[in-house]
């Protein structure tokens, strides 16, 4: 997977589908569009909508993020890099009540911004 970060989205549609052994027209017919689209995605001449991207991602079997972001692009500020690492090292149930805490956080912060 790490490899699919150093390309663009046309170029890792295109790896990951031949990667499955999959025909431009398969691909095309499973994701419901026709295969010129498809060329032109692969291409660089065109781009997916969210809902053909989600079926993309679907028939791939990878998230949208492996197709659309490259490696630094989802991932946690330096500063806390260190503390995403800790936690993976905890109990399920330890990782369960930090995510809770961290949804809670974000919630409060988007109700603050949608009141003010």
Same mark, same amino acid.
């Given at each position: ?11 890792r ?12 027209l398969?691909?095309a017919?499973?994701?419901?569009? &026709? $295969?010129?689209?498809?060329r ?11 809902? $053909? ?5 679907? $028939? ?9 972001? !490259?490696? !630094?692009?989802?991932?946690? !500020? %330096?500063?806390?890099?260190? &503390?995403?690492? %800790? ?5 399920? &149930? ?6 809770d $805490?961290?949804?809670?956080l974000?919630l409060? &912060? ?7």
């Amino acid at each position: 997977m790490e490899l699919y970060f150093l390309m663009d989205f046309p170029k890792r549609l295109v790896a990951l589908r031949k990667e499955r052994n999959i025909t431009q027209l398969a691909f095309a017919d499973a994701i419901g569009i &026709h $295969v010129t689209q498809l060329r032109r995605y692969e291409a660089g001449t065109s781009q997916p909508t969210l809902d $053909v991207l989600r079926r993309i991602a679907r $028939v791939l079997r990878v998230s949208a993020d492996i197709l659309l972001f !490259d490696k !630094d692009e989802r991932s946690p !500020d %330096a500063e806390f890099k260190p &503390h995403f690492e %800790a936690i993976s090292k905890l109990s399920e &149930h330890e990782r369960q009540v930090i995510k809770d $805490v961290l949804e809670g956080l974000l919630l409060k &912060h988007d109700a603050k911004r949608w009141a003010g």
